[in-house]
């Protein structure tokens, strides 16, 4: 992995925590801020609590009393409970699970809807006039004079029912008038049948009393009240009164009550008084209060404040309940609503300000850090380009360029400065290997000097054949330091010449048939193009690699045989020119260190000394060419080839 | 009157085998063994020809130092370099200083005799010529080649090329012939001891840029691959 993928990824995983972080700061946040809700909501309930004490006349209503629910919707009277279903769990039963009732109001009726047990429904017939000759429901309600009133309804089918104004025998009407104020309509069930009913509201006023009654009249011939049920208890036969909420509570709560909070007000018999504020309340919390946290409302009637977090349906709702004392008793009790959605829009928006910020945040260290990693992959990059540039492949200086960084305090100013003394001993190493051959050359060559003026003196006087020995090997040794030196100074010498066009296979062949004027006793042959083969070199470097070649290939060869120089030229501008001599092999595994000089492997026939250098050298010069020398046995086992290859050029 | 060498040469065994053969020639030989002892001894009075050794006890170009002040001194002064640096590139140096011949250890006694000898001469003649006008004896012409063997001058299209002893001889080598002469020959002809070849393609390199520098046409010197170098005016 590069250095700078491997910094984006360990900071990437760091940056990844970030929102991890700020995920639980604002989970931390959210349940302060709940906490501290709660607490506000229960001081909330208490205040209006300790309101509440003084009123308890407010609180003031019989268990007989028919709870009215207020209705926000319209309701269609059709007999069916569809409008109602939401107050399905409220029916309240009567007589043995004769009927269920539930009353509700809106501004303008009260709404009545009755759901009857009735195995054997009776209906009216018209033989029979008396008005109780049929199942019926009774009505009863004290008008605005104060009289009580008495309706029946009763029908011969199911549909709207027919209403009357009844006397108290409840036998014959008044007016023999249906009464077109009350709407109601009947429908038979599994179990019996239901009726639905719809009367102003304002018959009621200002008493707000009412009672119904079920009467089940038996067979079909027989037509006899078989039972009554009423709501009312029919020995004192005083009238259920209505509850509806209560309009002073709520206009004491409107007070305290803020509009996001929902606060209810209920009585000992849980039943809601009043309900205030928290529009934007599920607004099902009040009216089902029972049925959502049963043991809630249980524990605040028995005195108990209490505070609780309803989850319902993705959200959270706090109630505070506090109750309402009259002296020691609990008359009923208070509840204030929250749901946390303003804590929950307060939490998503820290979030999303987290999570904006960690973005901005990661995308900002994201480009730093991109940046940082790029320009410190550059810096490692122009270093490593910088120092390759400063040696050559044997390691020798080339440049003397100050390397980049290298004043910087930075770790790659270290690593500049450390491969800078590190070049500088390997420079000096290289210049000490350098100079050896040099060294050694002056100092052999001074005592050769003296020793070869000595012999020339001793050979004035007298002459002997030890001399001219002696002469000989100071020549040899002559020749020893002079190739020495001129393979350790091959390569400076070879910057000094220039490269120019040079068509090689004028040149070769030229080379071949002047070789062989010189070395009568050879065979030397060209195979070859005479001329038109262009090569960029300096041409007496290469008669000079040449020569290297075809010492080393005369000095091999077996004798008589021929030594053939091969020009090749490929189609992929280059061209190879294979020196080819009969004689001894290579063994295959010294073969590659052939060019490294000094080395030579095979067994010397020449009179001159023999070190290897000439491969050496010519080596040197071909790669000065950009070319390659390459060294292998022939195919047939019975000699070597060289291959010299170079790059051509078009002409 | 003796003519006057001085030899600077750090090694007392070698420079009193120096010494020895070139007095029995009867010459006025002055031993100097460094720098400092040689130039404060020119600065009173120089030597007729010098010989010196480039590395000098810690001096590396004690030598080449020697060369440059001789030179500024006296323009014309011979001087012989006997030395055990045999690269090219010092090779080049030391001619391209001014010096006349550039001999490498171990040295020919005899050679060195001979070479100085002929040095001698040649000085002489050049201030001959310089005295009495061209001197038309040795006056050789080949084509745009103009040589005088006596001053050892030599002139291109009438433009004096100004070639060192051993340049000189490895030209008139060249043009003395219409043939194309062998390495082996060329390294004869600049009677120095064990030269490799390269050394005469170093000289016929410095010989073919002295003529370009006249006239930049000029490709008389051809050479012949393998073999040797050709005099050849197309």
Redesign the interface.
């Known amino acids: 992995m590069k250095l700078g993928t491997r910094l984006l990824v360990f900071s990437s995983v760091f940056l990844v925590m970030l929102p991890w972080f700020g995920y639980h700061f604002v989970k931390k946040i959210e349940s302060s801020l709940l906490q501290g809700q709660e607490e506000a909501q229960s001081m909330a309930a208490s205040a209006i609590a300790t309101v509440l004490n003084g009123y308890t006349g407010l609180f003031d209503t019989d268990e007989h009393a028919l709870y009215v629910y207020p209705f926000k919707q319209s309701i269609h009277v059709d007999g069916y409970d569809e409008d109602w279903r939401q107050l399905k769990e409220q029916f309240t039963w009567y007589g043995e699970n004769a009927f269920s009732l539930l009353l509700a109001n809106d501004s303008q009726y009260l709404y009545i809807y009755l759901k009857v047990i009735d195995k054997d429904i009776v209906y009216r017939n018209p033989r029979y006039r008396s008005l109780d000759a049929s199942d019926h429901i009774r009505l009863e309600y004290i008008d605005k004079n104060n009289q009580r009133q008495r309706l029946v309804l009763l029908t011969a089918a199911q549909g709207s029912v027919s209403v009357y104004r009844v006397k108290e025998n409840w036998r014959d009407w008044k007016s023999g008038k249906h009464v077109n104020a009350v709407y109601g309509v009947w429908r038979e069930t599994a179990s019996g049948y239901d009726v639905e009913i719809r009367l102003p509201e304002n018959w009621l006023e200002p008493n707000r009393r009412l009672s119904l009654s079920v009467v089940d009249v038996f067979g079909e011939n027989e037509r006899n009240i078989e039972r009554i049920v009423s709501t009312h208890n029919l020995d004192n036969n005083i009238l259920n009164p209505l509850l509806f909420q209560s309009s002073e509570i709520t206009s004491v709560l409107k007070n305290l009550s803020e509009s996001d909070s929902r606060i209810c007000v209920i009585d000992k018999y849980r039943r809601v008084r009043a309900v205030t504020g928290g529009q934007t309340l599920r607004a099902s919390l009040c009216h089902a209060i029972d049925k959502v946290s049963t043991t809630l409302v249980d524990k605040v009637l028995l005195g108990e404040a209490q505070v609780k977090r309803i989850e319902d349906d993705g959200e959270t709702i706090i109630v505070a309940a506090r109750p309402v004392f009259d002296g020691e008793e609990v008359i009923g009790a208070v509840l204030v609503s929250k749901n946390s959605r303003q804590i929950l829009a307060l939490q998503r928006d820290t979030l999303n300000d987290v999570m904006f910020v960690t973005l901005g945040i990661f995308s900002l260290v994201f480009i730093s850090l991109l940046f940082f990693s790029s320009w410190l992959a550059f810096r490692i990059n122009r270093l490593k380009k910088q120092t390759a540039s400063l040696i050559d492949d044997s390691g020798r200086f080339i440049n003397h360029v100050e390397l980049p960084d290298s004043d910087c305090s930075d770790e790659i100013g270290e690593l500049s400065r450390s491969f800078s003394s590190l070049l500088g001993k390997l420079n000096s190493y290289t210049c000490f290997l350098e100079t050896v051959p040099?060294m050694l050359?002056?100092e052999?060559?001074?005592p050769?000097?003296?020793?070869?003026?000595?012999l020339?003196?001793i050979r004035k006087k007298e002459d002997s054949a030890d001399i001219v020995i002696a002469s000989k090997a100071?020549?040899q040794l002559?020749?020893i330091?002079?190739s020495l030196?001129?393979a350790a100074?091959i390569d400076?010498?070879l910057m000094?010449d220039e490269l120019e066009k040079t068509d090689i296979a004028a040149?070769?062949s030229?080379?071949?048939?002047?070789?062989q004027?010189?070395h009568a006793d050879a065979k030397l042959h060209y195979y070859g193009v005479e001329s038109g083969v262009y090569v960029l070199a300096n041409?007496?470097r290469i008669?000079?690699l040449?020569?290297k070649l075809?010492d080393n290939a005369l000095d091999f060869a077996l004798p008589e045989t021929e030594i053939s120089f091969q020009l090749d030229v490929s189609q992929r501008q280059q061209l190879t020119i294979s020196i080819k001599n009969e004689g001894e092999t290579i063994p295959q595994a010294q073969l590659d260190g052939l060019f490294q000089g000094m080395v030579s492997h095979r067994s010397v026939k020449a009179a001159t000394p023999h070190l290897g250098i000439g491969l050496y050298v010519a080596f040197q010069i071909a790669q000065f060419h950009h070319g390659q020398l390459k060294i292998a046995n022939r195919g047939d086992k019975q000699g070597v080839v060289v291959r010299l290859i170079l790059p051509t050029i078009d002409n | 009157m003796k003519q006057s060498i001085a030899i600077v040469e750090d090694?007392a065994?070698?420079r009193r085998?120096?010494a020895?053969?070139l007095r029995a020639q009867n010459y006025d030989v002055r031993e100097y063994e460094d720098r400092q002892q040689a130039i404060a001894a020119f600065d009173s009075e120089l030597p007729e020809l010098a010989i010196l050794d480039i590395?000098l006890k810690s001096e590396v170009g004690g030598g080449y130092e020697i060369c440059r002040y001789l030179k500024q001194r006296d323009a014309s002064l011979p001087i012989v370099f006997l030395t055990?640096?045999?690269?090219?590139?010092d090779r080049i140096y030391g001619l391209q200083l001014g010096a006349w011949d550039y001999q490498?250890?171990?040295?020919?006694?005899?050679y060195l005799i001979v070479r100085i000898e002929s040095f001698f001469q040649i000085k002489q003649f050049a201030s001959d010529a310089g005295n009495a006008g061209s001197n038309k004896v040795h006056n050789k012409k080949i084509g745009d080649l103009n040589i005088n063997q006596k001053s050892m001058q030599c002139f291109w299209k009438a433009e004096e090329v100004n070639l060192t002893p051993t340049e000189f001889s490895l030209l008139v080598a060249l043009a003395e012939t219409d043939e194309?002469v062998?390495v082996d020959a060329l390294i004869k002809a600049t009677r120095q001891g064990?030269v490799?070849?390269?050394t005469i393609?170093t000289h016929i390199?410095h010989i073919r840029k002295k003529f370009k520098k006249i006239d930049a046409g000029f490709k008389c010197i051809k050479?012949?691959?393998?073999?040797?170098y050709q005099w050849l005016c197309e």
């Open positions: 040099r050359r002056h052999i060559l001074n050769v000097n003296t020793i070869s003026m000595s020339q003196n100071i020549r002559q020749v330091v002079s030196t001129e100074s400076e010498a000094q040149l070769i030229e080379y071949v048939s002047n070789s004027l010189k041409d007496i008669v000079q040449l020569d075809k | 090694d065994q070698q085998y120096y020895e053969a590395a055990s640096r045999g690269d090219e590139l490498t250890k171990p040295v020919s006694l005899e194309a062998s064990v490799e070849d390269n393609n390199l050479t012949r691959y393998g073999f040797g």
